[in-house]
């Protein structure tokens, strides 16, 4: 995903600040963030557990395929995706 993003905004990884944490902690720290009220922490959270590979929460392509052409989305999807955003 990050690669069509870059591709289409003319970026390279170092212009990004990439951290890497694991998703046990991105998990704990989303859950603290909720116990603070920050809506933030939901994010964090879920998307902890989509990505954590030592279980199949969220992970559906353990099971199911994932087609594009089937959904009818077409290669530069990403590249409107990144227009709209960056219009507000």
Do not use: C, H
């Not at 998703?23 to 704990?28: D, F, G, N, W």
């Not at 720290?29 to 922490?41: A, D, L, P």
């Not at 964090?44 to 992970?59: H, L, R, Y």
């Amino acid at each position: 995903m990050l690669d069509s993003v870059n591709r289409v905004m003319g970026l390279t990884v170092t212009d990004w600040d990439i951290q890497y944490k694991t998703t046990a902690r991105r998990i704990s720290e989303g859950r603290e963030e909720m116990k603070e009220e920050k809506i933030s922490g939901t994010a964090k959270a879920i998307f902890g557990q989509i990505f954590n590979t030592s279980s199949e929460n969220g992970d559906f392509t353990r099971t199911q395929r994932v087609d594009n052409e089937i959904l009818s989305l077409p290669e530069e999807a990403t590249q409107r995706a990144v227009n709209i955003v960056q219009r507000g």
